[in-house]
Structures are given as C-alpha cells and as structure tokens.
C-alpha cells in the first residue's frame, strides 16, 4: 500500500489541516502520515482525519509527531 | 479538569468560564462590554506607555499580562512549551497593526465583539457579520495555498521574551515611575475614560491568568472558531464562543448589566457600516495570521515569537490608530478611520493574493 506523506512541520494552524485536507480529497484511501511539530496541529490533523472518515493515531517523533491516518 | 480541557468538551468549557469571568470584571470596575477585549486593552497599554496620548484610554491592563505568563505557565506544565519564530515576521507585523486599526474601527476585537451582544450591544450584529466576512475571505486564500512559510525551532530562551516582558509591564504597573518631563510619565494613567475604569489589580490579573491557562489547555480561539466552521463545517471551538456568549449574556442579566439597544451603548458608535467594514479588516487580518487577538497572546506564551511579533504589530498600531485619529469613538469613525480601514484592505488582500506556497 502507497504511503503519502505530508510535511506540516513548522506550519501554524490552520495550515497542516487544509495541507491534510488536499491529500485526503484525493484519495479513496489508503495511509496518509502528517509530520507536525505541535500539540495542537496533532490534535487538528487527529481530529479532522476522523471527520473525514480515516482511522487516525499518532507517534512521537524527535521533534513532534507523526500522525498516521488510514482508510 | 486537564482531560476535559483537552477533551471535545474543553473550548465549550472554556468560553462558559471565561464568559462568566468577563462579565464578573465590568461589574468590578472593567469599562461597559469591556470585561476582556484584547484589542482595547493593548491599546489601553499604548497609552500607558506613552505611545499614544489619548488621556482617556490609557492604563496597563494586568488581564494581558496574566493571558501570557498563564499560558507560558500552562505550557511549561504540560510540555507544550516550543519556541519557534520565522515565519515571515515583518509581514505578521503588518497584519497585526491593521488588525488594530479594524478593530478601533469597530471598538473591539472578537472578544468584544460577543461581549457586546451578550451585554445588548445590537451594534456588535454588524461587527460580527464583519467577522464572519473577513474570516471567510481569508479562507479562500487559505484554499488558493495562501502561507506566510514554515517557523523554525527556536533555542529555548527565544520564548522568554513574551513573559519577561509581561513581568516588566505588572512592574510598570505597580512602580508606576514618574521622571519625566513636568513630573508626568513615563507612564501614563487615565484619570477619566475608559482607561480610568478597571477591576482591582489582583483580581484583574488572577482573571488573566486563569484565561490564559484555559485558553492555552482549550485552544479557545475567537477566530478559529469561525474559520473552522465554515472552512471544515468542525463545531469544536465554534462550541467555544457560543457558551462564551451565553454564559456572559447570564452573568449579565444576573447582574443587571444587560442594556438592549443601538443607542447609548458603552463604548460603541452606531455607523454599521464602518462596524461590519472594520470587523472585515480585523478578521481577514486575523485568518492571515492564524487566530484571533486573544489566541497570539497564548501562543507567544508557548513560545511562538511570530505570534509575538503580531502583538507588537497591534501595539504599534494601536498607537497610530489614536495619533492619526483613526480610531472610532462613541460619537462615530475617527476623522481618517475610513481612508485607513481601506488601506488595510488593500494591504490584507495584497498579502493574502501574494504568499502562496504550493506544497503538493
């Protein structure tokens, strides 16, 4: 299975959403991993990946996180 | 209490808190409407500091103090404290002083903006209708790759700033230095206005404190929560401001500081088109930038300095708004508040048309 990746990092909010947003559109499905640096940008990406009908978790990475979003 | 903070709950927590708490500071002392109002109490601090001279708005309001080192605190608490900064500053700087201007424009940012309603102000209708339009004009540059670029991570000390100097500004505060010329200032103090008119100090700054721990923890946001809900049709902070309206609107009615009308409001004019048009400017500049007035104080306590430098934007800007006679006042727009009110349009469009990174 593709793995696309989205690098969020350094990218304040709303901004690795809508970058989440563009990738999902076009997918049916498949597994989507969103670097993030922040808190906050993990939970918005988290949360708006599971609106959207994926199975969203995260790990830790040195400098922030990797969200993992699957459908 | 931290789990529901954090919860789907939290924003909605936060705002009842927060709406409450606004409403409790006007009834000891805060101007009318004007329990929290982030533009109007950096403006207030212009003028203490001199940067502007309108004798009547000028105090140091320990509420804003208290947003940073509460969330400064509260990130530090939680591991949530990351220094970053660069991205592109001076044009945070630009969008944060015509934010100002808008919301002088109108007398209020966001926040005031609900508090006016909750408290009557039927002339916040047209600021918020404003908001509304600027949040979503900034949404199609957001979707047309509208970024002001990637921040960086920044040493640890670079998130000291923000805090140390809320610290310098409660000193100020208290101290309250008197060497200047003819025995006045350097800080400057209203003895009549709206400048004149606040809860006492310790309550003010236990008010900002704990708004800015809840702020932090929720990520109430004013603007964002608008954005969101248009841009995403996400409730999550939406949920934020509409308990903040109704818990403010009860603890107004409890208190009998609820006055319905158009006329006579605290610190508010009746020219709605130059409220909508203002409220346009701030939320455009504010969508620009990421969040409302109240949320880059939070964040530049987490240690983003870009945020940060937003905050000097509207301080700078608030201090032009008086000079220059752009801001409103109860009797109407000042005398050059609509040649400004347009001119950051144009620039608000500039930039948003201008930045794009295309990332695919």
């Known amino acids: 299975m593709e793995t696309k990746t989205v690098d969020a990092r350094g990218f304040s909010c709303p901004q690795p959403v809508v970058m989440t947003k563009k990738v999902l559109d076009k997918l049916s499905g498949g597994r989507v991993e969103v670097l993030v640096d922040t808190v906050t940008s993990r939970e918005n990406v988290l949360r708006f990946g599971r609106n959207a009908g994926w199975k969203g978790d995260f790990e830790e990475t040195e400098n922030g996180f990797k969200v993992v979003l699957e459908k | ?360």
């Open chain 2, 1 to 360: 209490m931290n789990r529901v903070l954090m919860s789907k709950y939290g924003p909605a927590l936060a705002g009842a808190i927060i709406g409450v708490v606004a409403a409790l500071l006007v009834k000891l002392g805060n101007p009318g409407n004007m329990g929290v109002c982030v533009a109007c109490f950096t403006r207030d601090i212009a003028g203490a500091l001199g940067l502007h001279r309108a004798g009547i708005v000028q105090y140091l309001r320990p509420e804003l103090a208290g947003f940073i080192i509460g969330s400064f605190g509260s990130a530090l608490i939680y591991r949530e404290y990351k220094p970053r900064g660069g991205s592109s500053p001076m044009i945070r700087f630009g969008l944060g002083f015509f934010a100002m201007i808008g919301g002088l424009v109108f007398l209020g940012c966001p926040w005031r903006a609900y508090l006016r309603l909750a408290g009557g102000d039927f002339n916040a209708i047209a600021g918020i209708a404003g908001l509304a339009v600027g949040v979503s004009i900034g949404i199609m540059f957001l979707y047309r790759g509208f970024s002001l670029g990637a921040a960086r991570q920044n040493p640890k000390a670079a998130g000291y700033f923000m805090p140390l100097l809320a610290i310098g500004l409660l000193a100020l505060l208290v101290i309250k230095p008197l060497f200047g010329p003819e025995g006045t200032g350097p800080i400057f103090f209203s003895d009549k206005g709206p400048g004149s008119m606040h809860a006492p100090l310790i309550i003010s700054l236990a008010a900002g404190l704990l708004v800015g721990w809840l702020a932090q923890r929720s990520r109430f946001c004013t603007v964002g929560a608008i954005r969101d809900l248009i841009m995403l049709k996400d409730t999550h902070l939406f949920k934020g401001i509409i308990s903040f309206i109704i818990a403010a609107f009860v603890t107004n009615m409890v208190l009998g500081q609820f006055k319905p009308g158009f006329e006579g409001q605290p610190i508010a004019h009746t020219m709605q088109i130059w409220n909508f048009l203002g409220m346009v400017l701030s939320g455009l500049a504010f969508t620009l930038a990421g969040g409302c007035p109240g949320r880059m104080f939070i964040m530049s306590g987490e240690g983003d300095s870009d945020a940060g430098v937003f905050i000097m934007g509207m301080l700078v800007g608030a201090a032009f708004a008086h000079n220059f006679s752009l801001a409103s006042s109860g009797a109407g727009v000042g005398a050059y508040g609509i040649p400004a009110t347009i001119i950051g349009l144009i620039f608000c469009f500039a930039v948003g048309s201008l930045f794009m990174n295309r990332v695919e």
